[in-house]
Each structure stands twice: as structure tokens, then as C-alpha cells.
């Protein structure tokens, strides 16, 4: 169709999702989120999957004080009063999902072979239930079969120890994993001798951490939750909270009740921008529910740097900067100016494809607002320029002073329900110097100084290293990476890979030379490792660092915890290459012990195992938040002037995002059900506008293939359903993972590396 024609790499086969031989179906979508729509489907995934009993149970005890912290976000809960817990659909589904009644036992795994069970859909897989023994993949064999703990340990330990350089292993970590497990991980990658420390967070929020690190010296966002209700402003930019974090719909109905304006910026009208029935209060139910953006910004893919460079400009021009502000807490003014000024409507305009008026309209509102927040997800973190992107949203708030004040700051919001908590512990790529002196000190051993892979890097490297051995603390790396036949490959040519794991899913199937499943309890079953009954500990969105203790009978007399996982291959790795002095199976029998290590190494832990097991937790320090200190080179928070840029699609070409349906969990597929979005029974779905359909000739439904470009390279992939939806011409939405397919590895963001998941180029062909 489109004249750009290329090398075509064609994929299909065992690493991507199956084709879906039927349509998917156009359904109401109603006017508003939650409401008895949410209660229906909660009730309806607890009861199927767990029972009324069970579901009873575990629901009464998700985020209350002493109850297990939700697996579904990480949205915090109130500070003080928690007499009524929230817990949202979204959330029930992904406890209903722990708590299934179904196991994918030794039986299950012997009844299919690998190749059958890669045929299967990402919600089958995930159906058939919690693996409940550890599974070994042997060398040629087709199917996974039962092998004990100690000898998958000594497997595991036996490949580490052959490997000829340590920087061949991979420690891969999801965001699920607690502050204890995490921090173990850690130590046995480094004490082993490498920082392979990829994370989620390199696909995820790592464009916030790195520019908010330049800007306010501290990654992370500036805002409690007790912010919102003293808010006079709040924007929500690039993000879904109706599906992804349904409780902060309750935050914002407070707030509008409160009197702030509430503006979306996104390319969708998402429903839960538009009305949020609370689905706990009756009144609401069988209301009208509240209405929750004022304004719906229809920015363009991508649009949003020049959206903001442009209310930068208003405010300028309106002289509505806040000097005294800007004079006492920051650098870099000057030259922010210039770069603002220099910046033409005209350019803005285009980019953003919001006209001139409509940007300076609330650019006004902003510039007016005593207080204003700013929340963003993966709308804005997974673009090219989505560093530069984020530095102007913290150069605006820098501008009116809208960070430290009451109602004001920038505010990250979090996917992973610990993703925060695993990077504040030590799960990084790149540590500091100071952390690893602190782990020398308390441990009395030598680290390597050299810098570690990220999740892209990890990829290339296995695949040109060859006979590496991955290693995955939870999540779903083959199906949550970018360039899903590049990833593929680069697992393929392990030595060993090992999954810890609750639930089957597609990286199980797709392995190195040998694979191990090592199942784990999940956060909310009853941890008994070691002589007690242990809890865990979490940190939320906004710094909040609480215990989680599961209370539900394990899926499995034969599972083990995640940290009890991680010592035992620790003590049989050090069997082989020498003892390290660290007392692997001590600290997992306590995990007040791990507790004391983290007070010892990283700062902002002080009494720790006192503190985390108060009401509600407590605070991490937050310098920017507590005091509008900046841990700057120059003390001060900091402008940075980045020329202004977007992805283009030019000549019939589109621009991809790829993002979540209402019933699914990243990668683990509850149903194909997009109820807010009006789509039910399929999930290989082409968002797109009447107006491209129209210029191009397509159909609703009609099936078409994508092709995504970068550089030289293109991919091709068959089989999607066009459906007309009111997305900005020019761009076009599908779900993950199954479009990860067409996302190339080298495209990444600047300075992060985040695969760019919301801007892929893609031509269509019928
Ligand atoms: N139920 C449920 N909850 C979840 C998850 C889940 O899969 N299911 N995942 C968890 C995780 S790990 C994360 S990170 C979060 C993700 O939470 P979100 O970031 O809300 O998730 P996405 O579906 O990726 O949604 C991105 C939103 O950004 C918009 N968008 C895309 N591109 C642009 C752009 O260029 N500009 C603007 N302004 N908007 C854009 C899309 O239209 C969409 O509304 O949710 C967490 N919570
Ligand atoms: N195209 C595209 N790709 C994306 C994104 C996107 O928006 N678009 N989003 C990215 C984002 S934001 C993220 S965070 C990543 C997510 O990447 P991951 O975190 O790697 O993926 P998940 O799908 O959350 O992992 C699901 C698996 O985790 C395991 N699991 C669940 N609970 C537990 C537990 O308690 N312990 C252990 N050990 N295992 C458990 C189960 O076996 C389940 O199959 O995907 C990224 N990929
Ligand atoms: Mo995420």
C-alpha cells in the first residue's frame, strides 16, 4: 500500500500471540466509569475464580492496615482513616487471579508440549491456574516436568558458576516484588559479581526518574495524597486512571468536591475522565455520579512537549511567572526563556494539533491556578523525547512554583504496586557509588564498579554473547519487551533461563537451552518461611513505605517464598564458588533481618521495623516535598531548555500507541473485554479515525496488516480488525503485548532507553 519499501522481517510462530479468527464486537460503552457495571464484573471474577468465601475474605482484608497492600497499582490509600478500605474492579480481578482455585500442576505441564501450549492465547495460559511445583525444561525435551527445590538450585548454581564472566547473567525483577525479596535479588546479583539489574521500570517510569533526577535531584514525585483536596488545579496527562488506577478517581472526585478544575490531556476521551460512579457509595450508584475533567485536551500522539512548551509561552507572555519563586529555588530561567520564546505558535500548534487559542486558553488557567498537580503514566514516559517531554511539565511547575507548596507538584503515577519500593532498595542498573560502598561496608565484600544492563541492553547483549543465563524475578520479560522476535532470540540463545513465577505465561515457553519455573507465593497468601509468620514491606506512588501480610492458605504445600527462592540459590551458587560470609538462609527466615540490612544501607530507613508495621506506614524522605530542598550539583532545582521535537509520520504513515484494555493486567489477559472503550471478543484491534478510514477506503472491521519502520528496519504483522474510534487522524491505537511484535529494540528514548511502546511508525496494508 504505502510506497516505503524495505527489507521485510516477517514474524510469526511461537513467541508472538495467535492470530483471532473472528471480529471483535461494537458494545455500548455508557457515559461514565465504575459504577454497577464494576460491581458486577468484581463479583463476577471473585466468584468464579475463588469462590464466595474466598473472595469474601481476601477482599475484606486488601489495603486495610494490618491486611495485604493490593496487587494492582500502586495508588496510595489514606494516611488516616481506613474503616472502609477501597479496593477497585481492576484490583479485585488481580486478587481474584492470585486466588484462583485452578493449578497449573505437574499434570497440567505433562499433559502439553511447548510447542502446543505456545498456540494457546495469553488468557488461556493464564487460566490454567498457579503453578504449584517447581518445573524443569531439560535440554531437548518438549515438556516441562516436576524437579525438586535443592536440585533446581544446584542447577542454577552449576550454570552461574560455569558462566566465563559474570556480566553473562541477567537478574531481571517485575514490579510485584517486595522491598525484602528485592533487596535479596540485588545482593545476589552484585555479590555474584554483576549489576544486570534490568527492570520493569526501564519499560515503564524510567523516563520520570531520569528527568526528574536533573531537574529536583530526586526521581520521584513531589505530592501526598492529602495534596489533591488542597488542589486548585489538577492535570492528568497521558494516562488512564479509569482502568489502570481506578482508585484515583476517588482522589479526584474529592478534589472536584473540594473546587479544583480537573483538564485531561490525551488523544482518547478516556471514560474515566468523563464521570466516576464510586461503586462503594450507594448514593453515587444510582446517580449521576461526578463529572471529572472541566477540560479534554485531544492532543495529538506525542503533541504533549509542544502542549506545554505552549502554556509556558502564555505564561510568559501573561506575566504570570512567579519571580520569587523561580529567583530563590532555581537555575537555568534565562536560558528557559529564551528557548520558550524562540518557539513559534505556529510549530506548537502543528505538533500538538491544538489550535493557538485553545493552548493559551489554559495556558491562562494555569498560569492563574494557586496550586496545580500534575499527573502522568505511560502516555508521556515511552516516546523518544519523553525525558524532554517530562523536563517541560517540571520547567512549568518551576515557572509558578508549583512544587513544595501545599496542592502543588509533579506526580509520576506508578504502575507496579512495588516498582517504586524495588528501585528505592536497590534494584538498579546503574547504582550509585554510595550504595555500593554502604553493601561493602555492612556485607565486608568487593563489587564490581562497572555499570549494568538495562532491559534493551540485556537483550542485545544475550543475544550476542550467546549461552547467557536470564534469570526473572517475576513478570513476563518475553511478552512485556519491545521487538518480541529480537527478544525471543536473545532467550533462545541462553544457556539457562529461570521464571519466578505465580501464573503460566509466554515466557515459560520460549527458553534458553534448559528452563526452570520456580513457583512463589503470591502477596496475599500466609508467608511461613522460616519460624514465623512473615509480612513484607511496599512503598506506594507517593513515598509511603507500609506492610503487606497475605492471610489466604498458598496456592501449594510446595511453593516457596520469593525470598526463601532467592537464598536457596544463593547458598547452593556459594557452594560452588566460595562462601560470600552473607547469611543467606538466616536473613530469609526473619525478614526483619533483611529489614535491619536495608536500614544499614539505605538512607531514609531509620527504625524500620518499628515504623513499617505503624498505621499506614511511613514517609521516605522527599527533600523537594518536605522542605524545597534540591540534591542538585547547585542546591537549587534546575530549568532545562531541550529544543522542542515529536515524532512525526509523514507520506500515509501512522503513529502507533500501545496501550491497555480494561481487562487485562500488562501482559496476564483476564478477558477481551474493553468495556469503557465499547469492545468486546477480540484483542488484535486497530484503533482509528473516520477520517483515515474514509481518505483511505478501509472498513470497520476489516482486517488489515501493519508494518512498523525505524531507520532500515521494518516489521510486518498480519491479522488486525480496523475500528473506527474517535482517535486524532493520523494515529491509531492496539493493545499490548500483542503489538509488542512491531515495536523495534532500537527504538528507545533518549537518555532512558525506554522502548518507545507510544510512538511506533506503522504503515497499513489490506
Ligand atoms: N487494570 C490494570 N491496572 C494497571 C495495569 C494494567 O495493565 N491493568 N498496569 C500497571 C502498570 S505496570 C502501569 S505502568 C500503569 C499504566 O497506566 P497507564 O499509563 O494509564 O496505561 P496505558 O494503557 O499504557 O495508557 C496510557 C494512556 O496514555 C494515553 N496516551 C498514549 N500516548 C499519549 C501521548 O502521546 N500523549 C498523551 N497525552 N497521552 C497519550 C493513552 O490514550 C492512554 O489513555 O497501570 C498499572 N495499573
Ligand atoms: N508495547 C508495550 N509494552 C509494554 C508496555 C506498554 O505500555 N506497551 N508497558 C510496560 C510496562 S509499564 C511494564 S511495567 C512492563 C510489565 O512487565 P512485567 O512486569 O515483566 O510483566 P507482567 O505482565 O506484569 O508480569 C506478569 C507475570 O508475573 C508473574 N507474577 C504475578 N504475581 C507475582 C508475584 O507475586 N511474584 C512473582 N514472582 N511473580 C508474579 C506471573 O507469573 C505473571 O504471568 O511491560 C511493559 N511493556
Ligand atoms: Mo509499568
Redesign the pocket.
Same mark, same amino acid.
Given at each position: 500500500m504505502v510506497g516505503y519499501c524495505l527489507t521485510i522481517v516477517r514474524v510469526g510462530g511461537k513467541a508472538s500471540t495467535p492470530l483471532e479468527q473472528t471480529p471483535p464486537k461494537r458494545k455500548k460503552a455508557g457515559n461514565s466509569a465504575a459504577g454497577i457495571p464494576a460491581i458486577i464484573s468484581t463479583a463476577k471474577h471473585g466468584i468464579s475464580k475463588m469462590g464466595i468465601l474466598h473472595s469474601i475474605t481476601s477482599f475484606s482484608r486488601v489495603n486495610k492496615f494490618d491486611g495485604f497492600d493490593c496487587p #494492582? +497499582?500502586a495508588w496510595p490509600d489514606p494516611d488516616d482513616n481506613r474503616t472502609i478500605a477501597e479496593f477497585c474492579e481492576?484490583g479485585a480481578k488481580a486478587i481474584a487471579d492470585e486466588g484462583t482455585k485452578k493449578k497449573a500442576d505437574p499434570n497440567f505441564w505433562s499433559k502439553w508440549t511447548i510447542s502446543e501450549l505456545s498456540e494457546k492465547s495469553d488468557q488461556w495460559l493464564n487460566s490454567q491456574g498457579r503453578i504449584t511445583d517447581p518445573m524443569i525444561l531439560r535440554e531437548g525435551s518438549e515438556k516441562y516436568e516436576r524437579i525438586l527445590w535443592p536440585d533446581a538450585f544446584s542447577i542454577i548454581a552449576g550454570e552461574l558458576s560455569q558462566l566465563e564472566n559474570s556480566d553473562k547473567a541477567i537478574f531481571y525483577t517485575s #514490579?510485584r516484588t517486595s522491598n525484602e525479596a528485592a533487596f535479596l535479588w540485588q545482593l545476589l546479583a552484585r555479590s555474584y559479581g554483576t549489576n544486570n539489574l534490568p527492570d520493569?521500570s526501564n519499560m +515503564?517510569h524510567e523516563s520520570s526518574g531520569v528527568a526528574l533526577s536533573e531537574t529536583i535531584g530526586i526521581g520521584k514525585g513531589t505530592v501526598k495524597l492529602e495534596d489533591f483536596e488542597k488542589a486548585d488545579l489538577i492535570i492528568v /496527562? *497521558?494516562?488512564?486512571?479509569g482502568? %489502570? @488506577?481506578p482508585r484515583m478517581l476517588t482522589a479526584l472526585r474529592d478534589a472536584k468536591k473540594s473546587g479544583a478544575s480537573i483538564i485531561s490531556? %490525551?488523544?482518547?476521551k478516556?471514560k474515566g475522565m468523563i464521570r466516576f460512579k464510586h461503586p462503594q457509595n450507594p448514593l453515587e450508584l444510582f446517580g449521576y455520579g461526578t463529572a471529572i475533567a472541566d477540560d479534554h485536551v485531544r /492532543?495529538r500522539? %506525542? #503533541?504533549?512537549m509542544a502542549l506545554f512548551r505552549g502554556f509556558a509561552k502564555e505564561i510568559f507572555s501573561s506575566k504570570c511567572e512567579d519571580s520569587n519563586f523561580i529567583h530563590r529555588y532555581t537555575t537555568g530561567s534565562d536560558d528557559y526563556r529564551k528557548i520558550v520564546e524562540n518557539t513559534g505558535w505556529e510549530e506548537i500548534s502543528e505538533i500538538s494539533g491544538i489550535e493557538i487559542s485553545e493552548i493559551r486558553r489554559i495556558g491562562r488557567i494555569i498560569g492563574s491556578a494557586e496550586s496545580v498537580i500534575t499527573c502522568w503514566?505511560? #502516555?508521556?514516559t515511552q @516516546?523518544q523525547n519523553s525525558v524532554a517531554t517530562i523536563q517541560e511539565i517540571s520547567n512549568l511547575h518551576l515557572l509558578c512554583g508549583h512544587i513544595g507548596n501545599p496542592g502543588s507538584g509533579l506526580c509520576p503515577v506508578r *504502575? @507496579?504496586s512495588n516498582v517504586q519500593g524495588d528501585r528505592t532498595v536497590g534494584i538498579n542498573h546503574k547504582p550509585s557509588e554510595e550504595f555500593l560502598k554502604s553493601l561493602e561496608t555492612k556485607f565486608q565484600i568487593s563489587l564490581n564498579r562497572s555499570g549494568g544492563y538495562d532491559a534493551v541492553e540485556s537483550v542485545r547483549m544475550m543475544s550476542e554473547a550467546k549461552n547467557c543465563v536470564f534469570l526473572s524475578m517475576g513478570g513476563n520479560f518475553l511478552s512485556a519487551m519491545s521487538d518480541t522476535k529480537a527478544t525471543a532470540d536473545s532467550l533462545n540463545s541462553c544457556s539457562l533461563t529461570v521464571q519466578i513465577s505465580t501464573k503460566p505465561n509466554r515466557s515459560h515457553l520460549i527458553t534458553g537451552k534448559t528452563a526452570l519455573i520456580l513457583p512463589c507465593l503470591g502477596r496475599s497468601e500466609i508467608d511461613r518461611s522460616g519460624t514465623k509468620n512473615q509480612f513484607v514491606t511496599v512503598e506506594n506512588s507517593m513515598g509511603v513505605v507500609h506492610m503487606s501480610k497475605g492471610r489466604a492458605r498458598p496456592a501449594s504445600n510446595n511453593i516457596l517464598s520469593e525470598p526463601s527462592i532467592v537464598s536457596g540459590i544463593a547458598e547452593s551458587l556459594e557452594e560452588i564458588i566460595g562462601d560470600s560470609g552473607i547469611r543467606w538462609k538466616w536473613l530469609s527466615e526473619d525478614y526483619n533481618r533483611i529489614r535491619d540490612c536495608i536500614e544499614e544501607t539505605i538512607p531514609g530507613f531509620e527504625d524500620y521495623n518499628s515504623r513499617c508495621v505503624q498505621d499506614g506506614g511511613f514517609y521516605l524522605p522527599n527533600p523537594p516535598r518536605d522542605s524545597l530542598e534540591f540534591n542538585t550539583e547547585s542546591g537549587k532545582a534546575k530549568f532545562v531548555p531541550n529544543n522542542l521535537s515529536s515524532t512525526i509520520a509523514r507520506d500515509g504513515l501512522f503513529i502507533m500507541?500501545t496501550?491497555?484494555s480494561h481487562d487485562?493486567?500488562?501482559t496476564t489477559i483476564y478477558g477481551t473485554e474493553d468495556r469503557y472503550r465499547g469492545i468486546s471478543g477480540g484483542r488484535r484491534v486497530v484503533f482509528m479515525s473516520k477520517s483515515d478510514m474514509d481518505a483511505n477506503g478501509w472498513k470497520d472491521l476489516q482486517v488489515v496488516n501493519l508494518t512498523s519502520h525505524f531507520k532500515d528496519k521494518t516489521i510486518f504483522s498480519e491479522g488486525w480488525y480496523i475500528f473506527e474510534y474517535d482517535i486524532p487522524p493520523g494515529n491509531i491505537?492496539t493493545y499490548f503485548p500483542e503489538s509488542n511484535i512491531l515495536i523495534p529494540l532500537e527504538s528507545v528514548a533518549e537518555y532512558s532507553n525506554t522502548p518507545t511502546s507510544?510512538s511506533v511508525v506503522v504503515s497499513i496494508s489490506t
Open positions: #494492582g +497499582c481492576n #514490579g520493569c +515503564c /496527562v *497521558g494516562q488512564n486512571p482502568t %489502570n @488506577h490531556i %490525551n488523544p482518547l478516556e /492532543v500522539i %506525542n #503533541g504533549d503514566a505511560m #502516555g508521556l @516516546h *504502575g @507496579h500507541m496501550i491497555r487485562q493486567y500488562n491505537a507510544k
